[in-house]
């Protein structure tokens, strides 16, 4: 796992100790995520310059030092990922005469496209990668992402320059480099709490999509070419559904997870694993342990407020399995202390609390290992996330109402204060009880005006409903699958916000959040229910294989039960929540007060204050929870204090 960057300046005017000088100062800029040593290669004659920082996990001789030359001396590779049938591979390869100088997976990665191409090549990894080759021979720059989104990859023309990285602040250093808002995507931003794929908040910048190999020629010209197309797996899938037995899709499941797992077990560093003690993290431990002849180590956060602890949990299920468990209660204070850095790490506006827990379980974990498996997308993939179940629920009867039946409905929603929705949720079992009720009618009353599934799961999974309103002169993006996909054969509601989910949520919130936090502190976490192969075959499965009696992830929960009992794990669902809405109130309301000043907020002049404040005073007053959504703002206010009053 590393930090790549570089640029191809097309005029080629920069001597060459120059061109290596910059782009060593932008691989510097992202030492955190290779703290081990660094490495640049540049050719003067055509512009191009390459920039890599190693954190050493396999082969950590010089042999794995980067940027690499091919053997042949063709092409030349700056890579961050991890490939794990590397050593199937590179047999492979020499069948075929390659020769090896060392043991690592960039070797492999870089002899194989030389052997079958680059596009070609992705194909065949499993793993996490991003990566840039540069083709002597035929002159080409090849960019490449994994098949998911886990490692992330800019790119984008400024200044006539192509710049690439793992993290847009390499390439503040450059001096032709000129960071521009792109309102549009600001606007994009406040309805996710993210920046969406393939825009990024700078204009001229990109993310490449996953799945994409991405060729640009001296001459400045790009050519995107697709290696994996998941709306291709989806709808291959949802055509060839497995006709089979509980027990043999129970039994090929765990196959499938066992070797994913024991593949991310490969490591010359220490290794761990985070468990929240929910079922994702639970079965990517229990199948690490069931691997290992030593006790795994697990690592939990906890939280001292009531309905956000899950580390009790956690505990538990690590007494069973036998792990080196170690865990840690999170304070106010705590929070509070790091998030002035949080805009550091994450360099575009990102808004998900739980970033603040994922930094510090990394750094807890980063203490004792070098490597961490995650419990990450196991919800998108077997329809385990509650608002799956609750708005096919919602939506299934509300597109049977006619328009004005649903706007009165909402009016009368809103008559009722947050606060007291929530006090009459005590009403219900605990089982059935949904935390912060008020939120979740307002929004209901929000999805009562959508007028298809597609707006309704968009408005379900919005933070701002109508994000022109907030950013000025901001026009907001349609990125795809919001603005494609139509075609999709979806059996259900169900599998289309899981669909939506996979391209959206997934990689630029979730992923964007475990590798920047991760990274952060020079910790790799890996991710195996992401393996692709588990993705493709997650497919495959009728809905019946997902969710039964009310509850989601019913296949995944059936290998778990193989290795720890269900009473440990059969509990609503928590997520990895934080009660930020309670600390903006308290701890977090000086720090918030001064970033949503109505003087500063009219000084920056690129949002609505009237808006922000209003939203602010009703946050106070706990007439209302707007927790998220004055999160977003916060977190944006942070983030260009830090890129623009340095």
């Given at each position: 796992?590393?930090?790549?960057?570089?640029?191809?300046?097309?005029?080629?005017?920069?001597?060459?100790?120059?061109?290596?000088?910059?782009?060593?100062?932008?691989?510097?800029?992202?030492?955190?995520?290779?703290?081990?040593?660094?490495?640049?290669?540049?050719?003067?004659?055509?512009?191009?310059?390459?920039?890599?920082?190693?954190?050493?996990?396999?082969?950590?001789?010089?042999?794995?030092?980067?940027?690499?030359?091919?053997?042949?001396?063709?092409?030349?590779?700056?890579?961050?990922?991890?490939?794990?049938?590397?050593?199937?591979?590179?047999?492979?390869?020499?069948?075929?005469?390659?020769?090896?100088?060392?043991?690592?997976?960039?070797?492999?990665?870089?002899?194989?496209?030389?052997?079958?191409?680059?596009?070609?090549?992705?194909?065949?990894?499993?793993?996490?990668?991003?990566?840039?080759?540069?083709?002597?021979?035929?002159?080409?720059?090849?960019?490449?992402?994994?098949?998911?989104?886990?490692?992330?990859?800019?790119?984008?023309?400024?200044?006539?320059?192509?710049?690439?990285?793992?993290?847009?602040?390499?390439?503040?250093?450059?001096?032709?480099?000129?960071?521009?808002?792109?309102?549009?995507?600001?606007?994009?931003?406040?309805?996710?709490?993210?920046?969406?794929?393939?825009?990024?908040?700078?204009?001229?910048?990109?993310?490449?999509?996953?799945?994409?190999?991405?060729?640009?020629?001296?001459?400045?010209?790009?050519?995107?070419?697709?290696?994996?197309?998941?709306?291709?797996?989806?709808?291959?899938?949802?055509?060839?559904?497995?006709?089979?037995?509980?027990?043999?899709?129970?039994?090929?499941?765990?196959?499938?997870?066992?070797?994913?797992?024991?593949?991310?077990?490969?490591?010359?560093?220490?290794?761990?694993?985070?468990?929240?003690?929910?079922i994702d993290s639970s079965t990517v431990v229990a199948l690490m342990q069931a691997q290992s002849e030593a006790p795994i180590k697990t690592f939990s956060i906890g939280f001292h407020e009531q309905g956000y602890d899950e580390a009790k949990y956690a505990a538990l299920v690590a007494k069973h399995l036998g792990t080196d468990h170690h865990e840690l209660y999170l304070h106010a204070n705590e929070a509070q202390a790091i998030?002035?850095?949080?805009?550091?790490?994450?360099?575009?506006?990102?808004?998900?609390?739980?970033?603040?827990?994922?930094?510090?379980?990394?750094?807890?974990?980063?203490?004792?290992?070098?490597?961490?498996?995650?419990?990450?997308?196991?919800?998108?993939?077997?329809?385990?996330?509650?608002?799956?179940?609750?708005?096919?629920?919602?939506?299934?009867?509300?597109?049977?109402?006619?328009?004005?039946?649903?706007?009165?409905?909402?009016?009368?929603?809103?008559?009722?204060?947050?606060?007291?929705?929530?006090?009459?949720?005590?009403?219900?079992?605990?089982?059935?009880?949904?935390?912060?009720?008020?939120?979740?009618?307002?929004?209901?009353?929000?999805?009562?005006?959508?007028?298809?599934?597609?707006?309704?799961?968009?408005?379900?999974?919005?933070?701002?409903?109508?994000?022109?309103?907030?950013?000025?002169?901001?026009?907001?993006?349609?990125?795809?699958?919001?603005?494609?996909?139509?075609?999709?054969?979806?059996?259900?509601?169900?599998?289309?916000?899981?669909?939506?989910?996979?391209?959206?949520?997934?990689?630029?919130?979730?992923?964007?959040?475990?590798?920047?936090?991760?990274?952060?502190?020079?910790?790799?976490?890996?991710?195996?229910?992401?393996?692709?192969?588990?993705?493709?075959?997650?497919?495959?499965?009728?809905?019946?294989?997902?969710?039964?009696?009310?509850?989601?992830?019913?296949?995944?929960?059936?290998?778990?039960?193989?290795?720890?009992?269900?009473?440990?794990?059969?509990?609503?669902?928590?997520?990895?929540?934080?009660?930020?809405?309670?600390?903006?109130?308290?701890?977090?309301?000086?720090?918030?007060?001064?970033?949503?000043?109505?003087?500063?907020?009219?000084?920056?002049?690129?949002?609505?204050?009237?808006?922000?404040?209003?939203?602010?005073?009703?946050?106070?007053?706990?007439?209302?929870?707007?927790?998220?959504?004055?999160?977003?703002?916060?977190?944006?206010?942070?983030?260009?204090?830090?890129?623009?009053?340095?």
């Amino acid at each position: 796992m590393c930090g790549i960057t570089g640029f191809f300046d097309f005029k080629a005017t920069m001597p060459n100790p120059e061109l290596l000088a910059l782009v060593e100062g932008m691989a510097a800029k992202i030492a955190h995520r290779g703290p081990d040593s660094f490495g640049v290669w540049g050719d003067a004659s055509i512009g191009l310059a390459l920039g890599h920082r190693r954190l050493s996990i396999v082969d950590l001789s010089e042999a794995g030092h980067q940027p690499m030359v091919s053997y042949s001396g063709r092409l030349v590779i700056t890579y961050n990922g991890e490939i794990y049938n590397a050593p199937e591979l590179r047999k492979e390869l020499i069948a075929k005469g390659c020769q090896f100088q060392g043991h690592s997976d960039t070797e492999v990665i870089l002899e194989a496209c030389e052997v079958w191409g680059v596009a070609a090549t992705c194909q065949k990894l499993i793993g996490m990668f991003a990566f840039i080759v540069w083709d002597k021979q035929n002159k080409q720059l090849f960019l490449a992402r994994d098949r998911l989104g886990i490692k992330p990859l800019y790119w984008g023309f400024n200044s006539g320059i192509l710049f690439f990285g793992s993290q847009l602040k390499s390439f503040s250093v450059h001096p032709a480099w000129k960071a521009e808002i792109d309102t549009d995507a600001l606007t994009s931003y406040f309805r996710f709490n993210y920046v969406p794929t393939p825009i990024s908040i700078f204009r001229g910048m990109q993310k490449l999509i996953p799945g994409t190999v991405l060729s640009v020629n001296p001459r400045g010209q790009t050519q995107e070419t697709r290696f994996w197309n998941f709306q291709e797996i989806v709808e291959a899938g949802i055509s060839n559904r497995r006709a089979r037995l509980d027990h043999e899709l129970i039994e090929e499941l765990d196959s499938l997870l066992r070797d994913a797992v024991k593949r991310r077990m490969v490591a010359d560093v220490p290794l761990g694993a985070f468990l929240s003690g929910g079922i994702d993290s639970s079965t990517v431990v229990a199948l690490m342990q069931a691997q290992s002849e030593a006790p795994i180590k697990t690592f939990s956060i906890g939280f001292h407020e009531q309905g956000y602890d899950e580390a009790k949990y956690a505990a538990l299920v690590a007494k069973h399995l036998g792990t080196d468990h170690h865990e840690l209660y999170l304070h106010a204070n705590e929070a509070q202390a790091i998030i002035p850095d949080l805009p550091v790490w994450f360099d575009e506006p990102f808004a998900d609390a739980s970033q603040i827990p994922t930094f510090l379980v990394s750094r807890m974990a980063r203490e004792q290992v070098k490597v961490s498996l995650s419990g990450d997308g196991g919800d998108e993939l077997f329809a385990g996330y509650s608002r799956y179940l609750l708005g096919h629920s919602i939506w299934r009867w509300m597109k049977l109402l006619p328009y004005w039946i649903r706007k009165r409905s909402a009016q009368g929603i809103r008559k009722i204060k947050p606060q007291h929705w929530d006090q009459m949720a005590y009403i219900l079992p605990t089982s059935l009880r949904p935390r912060l009720m008020g939120d979740k009618a307002y929004k209901v009353a929000d999805m009562m005006m959508m007028p298809s599934d597609r707006h309704f799961y968009r408005s379900l999974i919005s933070h701002w409903e109508n994000p022109e309103e907030i950013v000025l002169g901001g026009r907001e993006v349609e990125t795809y699958p919001w603005s494609g996909a139509e075609n999709i054969p979806f059996k259900n509601f169900i599998e289309q916000m899981q669909f939506f989910d996979t391209l959206t949520y997934l990689p630029d919130d979730i992923l964007t959040k475990v590798d920047r936090a991760s990274m952060a502190l020079g910790l790799e976490a890996r991710v195996p229910l992401l393996d692709h192969r588990v993705v493709e075959f997650s497919w495959q499965l009728p809905l019946h294989m997902k969710i039964r009696q009310g509850k989601g992830k019913w296949l995944l929960r059936q290998v778990l039960n193989r290795y720890v009992p269900s009473q440990l794990i059969d509990r609503p669902k928590m997520g990895f929540g934080v009660p930020i809405g309670e600390w903006l109130r308290g701890p977090l309301r000086e720090w918030a007060e001064d970033l949503l000043s109505d003087d500063r907020l009219k000084n920056q002049g690129l949002l609505n204050p009237e808006l922000i404040r209003t939203r602010w005073m009703e946050h106070l007053s706990a007439c209302c929870n707007w927790q998220y959504s004055l999160w977003g703002v916060l977190m944006f206010q942070a983030w260009y204090d830090q890129w623009y009053k340095r």
